[in-house]
């Protein structure tokens, strides 16, 4: 099992890529974690760096995840051909998320901390739809389509309590 999960902020990337993780014990790597220097708030990384790491994680596992809202970081995996998900709920259903996300520990030190930035993490998910690159709706679609290989688009956040048939098949 090869899933590369894409989408806005809030659109449920990290809770569909831990179901599936959890059933079937591939690892899982958050693309935020490739994304950004540790340790420096908000430096990004080089984006060859960043790529290279996406290529070996993929590179040194039969089976993996990966989760994030960078089509250039997704498009590093393509080459494993794995089942590629652009999780699309709308505007609406993401920020409702982004409100209600518990404590991201590897993010932030504290939920407080996590609490101040929410404000920031909300203008940036309605940003999604008119804003320009890698993490934007139109460089998510359009690596979706030119994307040959399985995949999927969810309009709805996936209900994996009463719909966990629908994507247990993935794992196949």
Known sequence: MRIAILGNSGSGKSTLARWLATRSG?????????????????VARPPAAAEQDVDA??????????EGCYANLIAASLTYAPRLVFLNPGEAACLAHCRKRPW??????????????LA?????????????GPMSLAAHVALYA????PKSVLDQV???????????????
């Not at 920031?120 to 320009?132: I, N, T």
Request: include cysteine.
């Open 146 to 149: 030119r994307y040959g290989g």
């Open 57 to 66: 994680f993929c590179a040194q596992n039969p089976s993996w995840l990966i």
């Open 104 to 117: 991201e520990p590897h993010k932030y030190a504290s939920k407080s901390d996590q609490d101040q930035r």
């Open 26 to 42: 591939a690892p899982v790597l958050d693309l935020d974690t490739v994304a950004w220097e540790p340790q420096q708030a908000g």
């Open 158 to 172: 996936p209900d994996l309590e009463s719909e966990p048939a629908a994507f247990a098949h993935w794992m196949d």
């Open 120 to 132: 920031f993490l909300l203008s940036w998910v309605s940003d999604y739809y008119h804003r320009d």
